[in-house]
Structures are given as structure tokens and as C-alpha cells.
């Protein structure tokens, strides 16, 4: 793909959950095989007025979004938290914590895995603060969430991410679960 246009009403063809997305995605890099095994390499998208991604991707299993496996090296990876809700509705269920609250999203390593189960290592940057990780994160559908790994950050406001006024802007560097 070099400058190439896509519609959502296009990839709705083979993802029909996409079907009311009605934006158009700009496109370049290499990418070769099939909708249900899809490999992208030196690969740039644009989604959106605010979502970018930059890097290598492999995905499997489309068109069933629950049980597609993604393998993606992230060289930039940012998006909003209005972008993301756009294709990933599930997230708005999510209010404790308050993801809407991070804003923005700019993320530079690696995630592997599945939409609601998933390992991510490398920085993330958001409106309320850098964090490098190293988690496993789990979003089960009717479920609360879960995570366990590794998180460090000079500054972070966890009050405003977990919706608490006793709790501010943190230095962490350790492990967590929960």
C-alpha cells in the first residue's frame, strides 16, 4: 500500500461488527495474506482525526474479533479515548477504572494477544501521566477486569484514573495485580 485509502464499509465486508464505523483509514507498508491470517510489515495507518499506528503487525482469526490473536510491535501506536470507543465499543463499559480518563493514548513495545486478554510491554503515555509496563491485562465481557505485571512511573495521577480524591499523582516503580 503506498498512500492508499480504505473505507470502513469495505473492511465491514469482513468484519460486519464495523459496519457503523463510516470512516476512512489512509494506509501504507507491506502487507500479505488472508483476512483470517493478515502479516503487515513497516506498516502505517491513520484512523480517525487522532489514531496512528506505526509498526509490524500479525493478526489471526477474523473475522471474529473476540477471537482474533494480534502480535503487534509498536514503534508508535496513539490514539484517543473517543477514537478507541469507535472501534472498540466495549471500552465505554469500563468505569473503574476510568479509562475515558486518560485521554489519549501513545504507546511505543509490544501487544500480544487478544482484545480482552492480552500482554503489553513497553511506554505508555497518557494525560495523566508516562508509565513503562510490563501486564497482562484481562477485559472479560460482563466481568471486572484483571491485571498482574510490572509498572513503573515517575508521575501518574492513580486518584484520577481509580475516581478516588484520597489518592494523587504517584512515583512507582514495582509490581501489581488486581
Request: aromatic share 12%; no cysteine.
Amino acid at each position: 500500500f503506498i498512500n492508499s485509502s480504505i473505507s470502513s464499509a469495505d473492511i465491514a465486508f469482513f468484519a460486519p461488527e464495523l459496519k457503523d464505523l463510516d470512516k476512512t483509514l489512509r494506509v501504507n507498508g507491506y502487507v500479505s495474506g488472508t483476512v483470517a491470517n493478515i502479516q503487515a510489515k513497516k506498516f502505517n495507518l491513520q484512523y480517525g482525526n487522532d489514531t496512528r499506528l506505526d509498526g509490524d503487525i500479525r493478526i489471526t482469526g477474523l473475522p471474529d474479533i473476540e477471537k482474533t490473536f494480534i502480535d503487534f510491535q509498536s514503534n508508535d501506536f496513539r490514539t484517543t479515548y473517543k477514537d478507541a470507543v469507535s472501534f472498540v465499543p466495549a471500552i465505554k463499559d469500563i468505569t473503574n477504572p476510568s479509562i475515558s480518563e486518560l485521554g489519549y493514548l501513545r504507546f511505543k513495545g509490544k501487544y500480544t494477544g487478544f482484545i480482552r486478554n492480552f500482554t503489553a510491554y513497553g511506554t505508555l503515555e497518557t494525560a495523566l501521566g508516562t508509565v513503562t509496563t510490563d501486564i497482562k491485562m484481562k477485559l472479560p465481557e460482563n466481568k471486572s477486569p484483571s491485571y498482574s505485571g510490572k509498572v513503573e512511573t515517575a508521575s501518574f495521577n492513580l486518584g484520577k484514573f481509580l475516581g478516588r480524591t484520597d489518592i494523587g499523582v504517584i512515583a512507582f516503580n514495582g509490581d501489581l495485580s488486581g
